[in-house]
């Protein structure tokens, strides 16, 4: 068996962070590393016919059949002498996962979980619980942000469907590269504020009703706390307390998060018929906030997921309501220790910092 130095990985995913996350865990720790976009990102990026739309669902509840995708795939596994595919953004690539697996079934291929369910009605939970099953038999490996997604997985999802499977509890962190790039104003803004990184342009076909936090935004700013986001028609109103921003590139968001008392991280939950994503899933803003050193704002109620997450992390600021919240932001001299102590919090959440167990992981397989 060799050592991760001389295996070949394939990451199989969208262009997001996650692949630049798992570029920099395996820098130095494997022989190579390339990127392969999966076929249902492919598609999201072109304009689909009625009959494409009608095979991409089939494959879900099959494999995939797309001949060009497979043979493309193919070769670059091939020409890369690819030993172990990671594959990555929830139920997305689990149809290519079948199709590779049967085509070329001695290439190891784990799946990362760090969203799941995306569903958030019992039909879409029931259905994206049986894609997850449907490909079980394909996968050698698992990878889950937590302990508590892990556990999810064994008693709800795939049963004996999964016990061939090898686990790992992986943070999901992103390069160190982009934490140095954050400059720190240690005197911050002086008055109780937040920021919020999550989704405010309700009109996109992609948001979902948990994205729309438009309530708790209106009650925060109703108790004068200063809320930064980004703008958009839908939060554009004008209120004194609110702060939109234009788009940032992640580097640039996070130097500019920097400065702020603490990052909201919620969902409208109320908008849900079930809530297991929000419980479970350790989002990539928490990701983005936690490189950004700063304080978490989080409810006190759910987000298990999460708080399992932030374990090791010194500032977690639940709040039973805003009123709550604010009172937490006014003592500015407890948030200021907070901040600093976040600041030097931030070299456990590394990607690189997670690199030896993730190449372990690798090597076991």
């Avoid at 099959?62 to 990671?86: A, G, K, P, V, Y």
């Avoid at 799946?111 to 996968?139: I, N, Y």
């Avoid at 997604?149 to 008693?155: A, C, N, S, V």
């Avoid at 993730?358 to 090597?363: D, G, K, T």
Wanted: aromatic share 6%.
């Amino acid at each position: 068996m060799r050592s991760s130095h001389g295996l070949s990985v394939t990451l199989l995913g969208p262009d997001i962070a996650h692949r630049t996350m798992f570029e920099a865990m395996l820098a130095g720790r494997a022989a190579k590393v390339t990127g392969l976009s999966d076929s249902l990102s492919l598609l999201r990026s072109r304009p689909r016919s009625t009959g494409q739309r009608i095979q991409k669902l089939f494959d879900q509840l099959t494999h995939t059949h797309d001949s060009s995708f497979l043979e493309n795939t193919c070769r670059h596994l091939d020409e890369n002498q690819t030993d172990i595919i990671i594959a990555y953004w929830g139920t997305g690539p689990l149809a290519d996962i079948v199709a590779i697996k049967r085509l070329r079934p001695r290439i190891k291929i784990l799946l990362e979980v760090a969203c799941f369910p995306l569903a958030l009605d019992t039909l879409g939970v029931k259905r994206q619980h049986w894609l997850m099953r449907h490909a079980a038999p394909s996968l050698d490996g698992m990878l889950y942000p937590s302990a508590m997604m892990r556990d999810y997985f064994h008693e709800n999802v795939l049963g004996a469907r999964g016990r061939h499977l090898h686990e790992l509890i992986l943070k999901i962190c992103w390069p160190r590269e982009l934490q140095v790039a954050a400059e720190r104003n240690e005197q911050g803004i002086d008055h109780p504020n937040l920021i919020f990184i999550g989704r405010t342009d309700l009109s996109h076909p992609t948001v979902h009703a948990a994205d729309d936090l438009r309530p708790l935004m209106a009650e925060i700013l109703e108790n004068q706390i200063e809320l930064h986001h980004g703008s958009s028609p839908e939060t554009s109103d004008g209120h004194p307390y609110r702060r939109p921003f234009q788009p940032l590139e992640m580097a640039a968001l996070i130097a500019r998060m920097a400065a702020h008392d603490a990052s909201l991280i919620a969902y409208n939950a109320a908008a849900c018929g079930r809530t297991e994503r929000l419980n479970l899933t350790v989002p990539d803003r928490l990701a983005t906030s936690v490189a950004a050193g700063i304080p978490i704002a989080i409810p006190s109620m759910g987000y298990a997921g999460p708080k399992q997450y932030l374990a090791e992390y010194p500032a977690v600021l639940e709040f039973d309501s805003v009123p709550d919240l604010k009172r937490k932001l006014e003592d500015r001299q407890h948030i200021q220790a907070l901040r600093q102590a976040t600041w030097q919090a931030r070299k456990l959440y590394t990607a690189e910092a997670q690199g030896d167990l993730l190449a372990q992981f690798l090597e076991s397989l």
